[in-house]
């Protein structure tokens, strides 16, 4: 089990192999479900095999059932890719194998992680003071922000929610569009809340919450109120009008949360900041690193402007624990995990690498390739574009047809030049694209339009045949 050398040098030349491949190999799995049980669901070996060749084995299992989902011609859900020195830097974080919960076992990921929370303020014109943790990703970002807003609007309260729970206390309500992301949802489920808590205010044509409405909302329900919005509608890409919603909220007491997974991002860039604006005034916001910032699954962030509810929601003590001296930082009072690894450290050195402008730059140029899908495909008679294209999301509808748009989806699928997946919005199906990967480049955003267009072409074709 201990010839380290050999075993990175085969882990390195595959994983080498691998990326080189990502540009020209098929986006799509080349293996079925059957085909991959087949290959992967062994039994357990009794004696067990040797390293090496389990590595081997195992990879060229695997290998048929991979996704270039890090690849320049993944369009689908928000996935981004991962910088080569975003990798390299996680082999790094196996290799130290740091339990990175608190400054007493691993020093330097303390460290670098207060680091890495000044960088990411800054970029993101967030107050400075704000509390920063680095979790698994967008769901545990609004899980851990919520639990800091359950603190803070029930403090308000008069109610110990740390101590007491929610049994027997105010009830509290959560206002959001109907559009809010499922993770929002599932927070409330994890955090005692139940989905029945959520107050449901309407959205207009981009998937925007309706200010109006808003208003009538508050009005309209008694207790303490914590409002989600959105900066990044996962369908359309659009914004709620965070500084709108901020004023009202704060008006009648209210915490706001925005959920930013990937749209919290135009903050980062002079053209697109203005989609935000005011958003520096909300309570929390929730983002991810894994998917625009392009680091290795996973690493999201949570980012509360009261610091001592985020600590009061999540520190945790015990007295086998070496106790902060109160100089240092420790990373598990702002998550939910006690132990966990140095998923902030990829961010670390891809945030030095590139720099502000470098941020800036990324962000600018992935919105420009999802403007250059609009402007090719909206060309071609027949396919319309459903929504303004703000940032780097484009939903496209063909013939204004469901079988249409789903069997086109399913063409460029199976092509395998590209993959995007389809939708639902405001009652329709659509296809979503969406623009989040370091490596596309124009030349791919041109294939990939075409492969669009030739599939749509083929569906129209044989429906007209057949009709
Ligand atoms: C992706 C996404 C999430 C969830 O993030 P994960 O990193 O997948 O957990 C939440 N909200 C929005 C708007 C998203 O796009």
């Known amino acids: 089990m201990n010839d380290d050398r050999e075993l990175f040098d085969i882990s390195r030349s595959l994983a080498l192999e691998f990326r080189k491949s990502l540009a020209t190999r098929p986006v799509h799995a080349t293996a079925n479900l059957a085909q991959l049980r087949a290959a992967l669901r062994l039994r357990l070996p009794e004696a067990g095999e040797p390293p090496a060749e389990v590595l081997e084995k195992f ?19 928000v996935i981004g890719g991962s910088y080569p020195l975003a990798t390299a830097t996680d082999w790094l974080v196996s290799a ?55 603190h803070g609007v029930l403090r308000r309260a008069g109610w110990d929610v740390e101590e007491r729970g929610l049994h027997g206390g ?24 139940g989905s029945g808590s959520l107050v449901s205010v309407p959205t207009d044509s981009q998937g925007r919450m309706i200010t109006k409405d808003l208003k009538t909302a508050l009005r309209d329900v008694e207790g303490p109120v914590i409002v989600c ?5 996962v369908n359309t890409g659009s914004f709620d009008p965070i500084g709108d919603i901020v004023d009202l909220a704060h ?11 990937f749209g919290l991002w135009a903050a980062a860039s002079e053209k697109y900041r203005h989609l935000l604006a005011g958003f520096e005034r909300a309570d929390s916001w929730a983002t991810d690193a894994h998917k625009w910032l392009n680091v290795p699954y996973d690493c999201g962030i949570v980012i509360c402007a009261d610091a001592a509810a985020h600590r009061a929601a999540h520190n945790i003590q015990a007295s086998y624990l070496v106790q902060s001296t109160g100089a240092e930082r420790d990373p598990f009072d702002y998550t939910p995990e006690f132990s966990r690894r140095g998923r902030a450290l990829p961010l670390y050195t891809t945030l030095r690498a590139l720099g502000r402008r470098g941020v800036e ?36 509808r063909f013939r204004d047809d469901d079988a249409i748009t789903r069997a086109t989806i399913e063409g460029v699928q199976q092509d395998g030049i590209c993959w995007l997946s389809g939708t639902t919005w405001h009652g329709i199906a659509a296809m979503r694209i969406s623009v989040s ?17 030739s599939a749509y072409r083929r569906v129209a074709t044989a429906k007209t045949l057949s009709s």
């Open 251 to 261: 008006a009648h007491n209210a915490w706001v949360h925005v959920d930013g997974a």
């Open 170 to 193: 105010p009830r509290v309500r959560i206002i959001a569009t109907a559009e809010t992301h499922a993770t929002i949802i599932v927070a409330l489920r994890y955090l005692g809340f």
């Open 229 to 233: 919005a959105q900066a990044g509608n």
């Open 96 to 150: 130290w194998d740091q339990n990175t919960g608190t400054y007493s076992v691993s020093p330097a990921n303390a460290v670098a992680e207060e680091a890495v929370a000044e960088w990411v303020l800054e970029l993101l014109h967030l107050p400075s003071t704000a509390s920063v943790g680095f979790v698994t990703g967008g769901q545990m970002a609004n899980t851990s922000a919520l639990a800091a807003a359950r």
């Open 361 to 396: 730059e990324l962000v600018d140029r992935c919105c420009a390739h999802a403007a250059l899908f609009r402007d090719l495909l909206k060309e071609e008679p027949g396919v319309r574009i459903l929504a303004d294209v703000v940032l780097n999301q484009v939903l496209v």
């Open 59 to 77: 990879a060229a299992a695997m290998e048929p059932g991979i996704i270039g989902s890090a690849g320049p011609r993944y369009f689908g859900f």
């Open 437 to 453: 990967n370091w490596s596309t480049t124009e030349e791919d955003v041109r294939m990939s339009a075409e492969a669009i267009l």
